[in-house]
Nanobody
Framework: QVELVESGGGLVQAGGSLRLSCAAS????????IGWFRQAPGKERDFVAV???????TYADSVKGRFTISKDNVKSTVYLQMNSLKPEDTAVYYC?????????????????WGQGTTVTVSS
């Protein structure tokens, strides 16, 4: 069992920044990565970024150069620093634990999910 708790969402103006946190507990060593996804109203849940426990990372094209994923192994926490936010970044952001050998840019590559944190970017 892996538990994930997101925090850090909120309301921000376009061009602003937010930092999301994903605190992991439980059998985290059984999972090789933590990913961030987002779901806007009426849309699919889309991949945003992923970081592996070895430090490798991947970003969706839509956030490259604006978002940075990082981790603190001591705190078992993964962060998503979001800069230059746009109204189209508005969504509920979820973190998820990756399955070993799973496709980490796809929802199918994850089995444990947090409850989500809402990000709203006003224009």
């Amino acid at each position: 069992q892996v538990e994930l708790v997101e925090s850090g969402g909120g309301l921000v103006q376009a061009g602003g920044s937010l930092r999301l946190s994903c605190a992991a507990s439980g059998r985290t060593l059984s999972r090789n990565a933590i990913g961030w996804f987002r779901q806007a109203p009426g849309k699919e849940r889309d991949f945003v970024a992923v970081i592996t426990w070895s430090g490798g990372y991947t970003y969706a094209d839509s956030v490259k150069g604006r978002f940075t994923i990082s981790k603190d192994n001591v705190k078992s926490t993964v962060y998503l620093q979001m800069n230059s936010l746009k109204p189209e970044d508005t969504a509920v952001y979820y973190c998820a634990a990756g399955l070993p050998g799973g496709l980490l840019a796809s929802r199918r590559g994850y089995d444990y999910w947090g409850q989500g944190t809402t990000v709203t970017v006003s224009s």
